[in-house]
């Protein structure tokens, strides 16, 4: 990529590489170019940075970043203007946002597909306090993006009357410096640049997530003196990779090898395919069965003989507890709570325990997210793509041990009330042969409905437990599998519906095809069952959990809420043998480039332990 350059302008520089190298061929340049022709800007003929936003708009597009996810505001009005008529809208290219928490949440489901930050710009402390929520999904979640902010002006003396004063804030990175990997506010241009350059660098180098560049309005809006220095920007983005220590894995190696029953517990990972694939063949090898969860992405494929059970959410699989009780020898790749699934097997693992992780960079005292403290016996300071590879090689070419041969058949259904497995069941027979990726699924899934066998197909869940994020995440999912032949199915709550339902907005405007199917039970079900809980242990009438918690009289219209998002919308969908038929619609219009939500109104509850796994028989 060119960069600009003129009379008192500065000079930015980077080579072309919008997708990261795990995606690397997945996003056509039509299925972009498609969203770039839209919301084209009349010609400003600017060709030399002018203002100081004009120089933080060329570090973003030194970045590559393709998008820009943003509610506007006018603390970065300079930089709007600058990247709509200095870079004519494109690269980054803004995709408007009704709320900032979609902007964030965009940027979010953007980085689950294709491991590489995306941007937001969010209002100066008012967008910022939106979109904390989103921020700590993206957190939590463990995935990049550069979150542009702003305030007032520093110099008290140039803020305008009433509204620049309360959109000032002493140090407004505060609020999100908990669950941030770093956070600045650059007092110039060209300091300006740098913490661009640095906020991206940061997010995406291991362990990623989510950095944030409070821009100052003075900065943004002054007139260039000078001409700043040319940079060259990719040797400001220097590439880490942490290696595997060779005698961790040496020792690694020589627990797995000598192991009877060891156990891989497949934790978070890339969507490269090399990398899911090295996974099974270490599994393989050693006859480890692998334990996965569904708060994270896709990490072994489910319907392997070698997985214990079915993926598990809010409950560990009955299978998949056995196997970790039993294990002499456990491997967590990245594993999301090592130390709470070993409390929920009983404590007190005899198994040696070897770690895979650079988590432990990114812990601080604010957040809790880095969950219990764990027994570890020899721990491996890198990424799991490093470390798997390596113990293939140091466990050696063995024979792979024999794979037990195993029937799987899917959840047995029975009643005539609608339930989210008959609604799981009917969504996956109207898909059939289609390669899809389920950017969401709601609390109630059961991860035996449906088998996950490629890095894609499931993405995981919002991070951060924060109810709302679902449909913008998705949105961003979308975003980044347009054009690939993959199409993008969401399974939300009606809560998490409701409370993100305007990010649909932006999926129509910008032609992001998508499916919502919605497992309406009418209520936050979740907090009817710890009500009950509650009044169990209190000897006071269960009768009364309902109260505060049902969305019931009047029960709310989501296919009309769809619609006025610009959506297509069906439903509401009340019997079973009305599901293929509303999901074969819904299907054909996503097909055609649109938005559609399927509004299914299924029974409270959600699938019992015992019943979560996908039944199994070993022949």
């Not at 992780?357 to 812990?363: A, I």
């Not at 347009?482 to 409701?498: E, N, P, Q, S, W």
């Not at 009817?528 to 209190?538: D, F, G, Y």
Request: proline fraction near 7%; aromatic fraction near 6%.
């Amino acid at each position: 990529m060119s960069g600009r350059s003129g009379p008192g302008g500065a000079s930015v520089t980077a080579g072309r590489n919008r997708m990261p190298q795990s995606t690397q061929g997945t996003t056509p340049v039509s299925a972009h170019d498609e969203i770039a022709a839209l919301d084209r800007p009349v010609s400003a003929g600017v060709n030399a940075a002018s203002f100081g936003s004009d120089v933080i708009a060329e570090a973003l597009q030194a970045l590559d970043i393709p998008y820009v996810a943003l509610n506007p505001g006018a603390s970065y009005r300079g930089l709007h203007d600058s990247i709509v008529n200095y870079l004519g809208n494109k690269e980054p290219q803004m995709l408007l946002c009704l709320h900032e928490e979609a902007a964030v949440a965009i940027a979010h489901g953007y980085a689950k597909v294709t491991g590489k930050a995306m941007a937001a710009a969010v209002h100066s402390n008012v967008g910022l306090m939106h979109a904390t929520m989103a921020i700590f999904n993206a957190w939590c979640d463990r995935m990049p993006m550069v979150i542009l902010g702003a305030t007032g002006p520093n110099d008290a003396a140039k803020r305008r009357p009433w509204i620049e004063w309360i959109h000032t804030a002493r140090d407004q990175g505060a609020l999100v410096r908990g669950y941030t990997k770093w956070d600045d506010q650059p007092g110039s241009p060209v300091a300006a640049r740098e913490s661009v350059l640095r906020a991206a660098w940061i997010a995406n180098t291991a362990p990623r997530g989510p950095t944030y560049v409070n821009l100052d309005v003075e900065i943004q809006e002054q007139k260039l003196v000078e001409q700043a220095p040319a940079i060259d920007a990719r040797r400001y983005m220097p590439p880490v990779t942490s290696a595997a220590d060779p005698a961790a894995i040496k020792a690694a190696a020589d627990l797995l090898r000598a192991a009877q029953s060891p156990v891989i517990l497949a934790g978070r990972g890339s969507r490269d395919l090399d990398a899911w694939n090295a996974r099974i063949a270490l599994a393989e090898r050693l006859g480890a069965r692998v334990v996965s969860d569904l708060k994270i992405a896709a990490s072994f494929p489910t319907d392997h003989p070698l997985h214990a059970g079915s993926p598990g959410g809010t409950t560990l699989d009955p299978q998949a507890a056995d196997a970790i009780r039993n294990a002499d020898v456990i491997l967590s790749l990245d594993y999301l709570d090592v130390a709470g699934t070993f409390k929920t097997c009983g404590g007190n693992i005899a198994g040696k325990v070897i770690q895979v992780s650079t988590d432990h960079r990114l812990h601080n005292g604010w957040s809790m997210d880095y969950q219990g403290l764990p027994p570890v016996d020899v721990f491996i300071d890198c990424e799991p793509e490093q470390a798997v590879p390596a113990l293939l090689t140091a466990v050696g070419s063995g024979a792979p041990r024999p794979v037990p041969t195993v029937k799987r058949e899917f959840p047995p259904l029975s009643g005539d009330k609608l339930t989210v497995d008959h609604m799981a069941d009917a969504l996956r027979r109207a898909v059939g042969d289609r390669t899809v990726s389920l950017t969401h699924v709601s609390l109630s899934w059961n991860g035996a409905s449906w088998p996950f066998r490629h890095p894609l197909d499931y993405l995981g869940s919002d991070g951060g437990g924060g109810v709302g994020g679902g449909p913008g995440i998705s949105v961003g999912a979308a975003l980044a599998l347009k054009g690939t032949g993959r199409m993008a199915i969401a399974v939300c709550g009606d809560g998490d519906f409701l409370m993100g339902v305007t990010a649909l907005w932006t999926a129509a405007h910008y032609h992001i095809p998508l499916l919502i199917v919605v497992a309406n039970n009418r209520s936050f079900f979740n907090d009817e069952l710890h009500q009950e809980r509650v009044a169990r242990m209190r000897n006071r009438p269960i009768e009364n959990r309902w109260i505060g918690q049902r969305i019931s009289e009047p029960d709310i219209d989501l296919a009309s809420l769809a619609r006025a998002q610009g959506a297509v919308g069906f439903g509401p969908v009340e019997k079973i043998a009305d599901l293929p038929a509303a999901f074969a619609q819904a299907i054909a219009a996503v097909e055609a480039g649109q938005v559609a939500v399927v509004d299914v109104r299924v029974e409270p509850g959600y699938t019992a332990a015992t019943t979560a796994q996908m039944t199994t028989k070993t022949e």
